[in-house]
């Protein structure tokens, strides 16, 4: 204790040291000139006295006229330091000339000194006694006058006292007295002494206006610093409320949130669970806190893969989204969840700590399940039963086992026809539930049209025959490929020509046209029916349409038809519509792009 | 393009309705010879027994699916060449694409017509190389 406080107290205390550097030596020098300019009033009074009093002593001497005329240079002198003070007082820049304006101060001070100076050289010799008793008494007092005028700058002092003082002292030194011989030598001395005084007047001058500059520097720079602190306050304090708001909106959304939200340290280690975490694993949160993510929350089987995503979210700082894991309850019970774990990550891209969130999809997963498992059933279970009526009663309608009884053969038809209904309703089911599910495949492939519509023509004939209505193309089908699936093609053909058939009157034509622009091939399915019901038109292509539930049980269709052809032509990139035929009837055309 | 028309045909199915509609079309319609296989299991065996021109395979069985019992016969040598079209009432595409990797010469989904069953074979039949 002692060492340090004798070793601190032995050196200047750098705090000061460094509070004078600090003064700008600028303000430094312009106080010292407005101290130096500010004594003036008083060198000018001083020397208008003396300089009247000298002359009025000095005249009525053969030197008369020149004592005169010294005098008129006492008063110019003191007439044009009168009008540098008023320069000086009416000066724009405060700091910028301060040197200028102390070496004009510095050549009045000469002007001022050798004024006095001529007065000794040239009327000394000729005075009485009385009269130089008088002059150099008069220097002596100017001299030490000079001392607090000039104090300001000792330089100033030093030209001004060498100027009044040297052609006196050499007056003195060759006037042939030995008295003024001695006062020869002394006043020289005399003249060190009073430099030596300026000097250390100056330096105390220089001292004090540093350390005031230096003062007012720092209260300065206080105010300013304590304006700047007040305001980062206010700043800080409107930050901490909004980061205390958000603070609290997050609590909120993760209290409130029906999944489960964790936070997990860098480690792993579970820091945080919501109220949904504790209903999802049945665990309290103090039960889950501290421990291992990993192990708690995530069954045996998986926690190799989630450590894993783990180590990847580490390496990318890319958030792991939809990760499936399997998880075991505190009853034992086990849950599939949907994790995504987001990395909270800082400005220096350390990972900070894992916000890890949790969705029950149990209950989808067998929702999912149960729905593929009907699809499954619908398609194998019903699909195989009716392959062995409709088969039946195929072989049997075909009347390669011999000839039926015209009633049987009436029956088995009505059975047949609406078997194939069942079949088509199913397929039709099947299809849209594929869509639904987005799990509809399309293999699209260059087909050339002229063979798919002529394909699709043979496929339905055979249906249109039962309804007596022909089916014919429109001209020459151009030759043109489009890019579709062929089966899917197949199937929205006859789509809309068993609708044109079905609608169509007996005896009636459906007809079939191609039409060609720049990038797509339009073909129009036309019948020649009563047209689509206003009050039908809008929902056309909703699923189950029917525009009159009678026909349905006329004529067969599931109302799924439309709906399906839509979304499939859709899905190929094309579009469907109908309009109105000029002579009755309607049309219905689907457009697709051309094959490049 | 096989030089022979189409004739002889093993059929193996566990449906026994649609066995006998099978039967009655081929033999009815496409007045072809059919042997039918109720088990799976002895398939192999009776094939090779009836030596048949073209075999059609159901797709689900109990036992043994039709898909394993066709690979089955890919590794007999008595019955690796025989062509063999697969009935089927669902499948996917990427398993309908691995068996015609494998070789399958042909898909006939249910339901089928009896009445064109006959002509969808011989199609099959006359693609084959």
Redesign the interface.
Known sequence: MNSSSTASGRHASPANVDLRQSADPRYVLADRVEQLYSQMPIAIGATIVAGAFATWELQGRWLTELVFIWGAIVIAYSGAATALLIAYRRRSDVIGNAEQWLRSLGIAALANGVSWGLAGAVFFRSLTEEQQVFLSFLFAGITSIGIPVYAASWPIFAIYAAGILLPFTYTLATFGSRLFLDIAVLVPALYLVYVGIAYRLHQVFISGYRLRHAYGKLTDDYTALNQRLEQQLVELEEARRQVEASGRKLALFAERSPIAVFEFDVEGRIQTANPSAETLFGFAAGELIGQTGTDKLFATAIRDEVRERWRELFRSRAPVIGLRAISTRRDDAEITCEWSLTPLVSPENRVISVIVQGRDVTQQLEAERMKQEFTSTLSHELRTPLTSIIGSLQLINSGVLGDIDKDVLELTTIAERNGQRLLDLINDILDVEKIESGKLTLFPEALALGELIAESLALNRGFADRFKVRLVTAGEVPAVTINADRKRMLQVMTNLLSNAAKFSPEGGTVEVAVAITDDSVRVGVSDSGPGIPESFRERIFGRFAQADMSHTRQKGGTGLGLSICKRMLEMMGGKIGFSDRTGGGTTFWFELPKHS | MPAQPLNRICYVED?E??QR?VR??LE??GKMTVEVVSDPLVAIERIIAFKPELVMLDW?MPGMDGPTLFRKMRETPEVRDLPVVFIT??AS?RELDELRSLGAAGMIS??????DLPEQLRAIWHALP
Do not use: C
Request: glycine share 0%; no cysteine.
């Open positions: 449906d309705d649609i509609i009655i079309s009815k319609v689900m009432a669902k595409q249910k339901p089928f017509s009896p009445k």
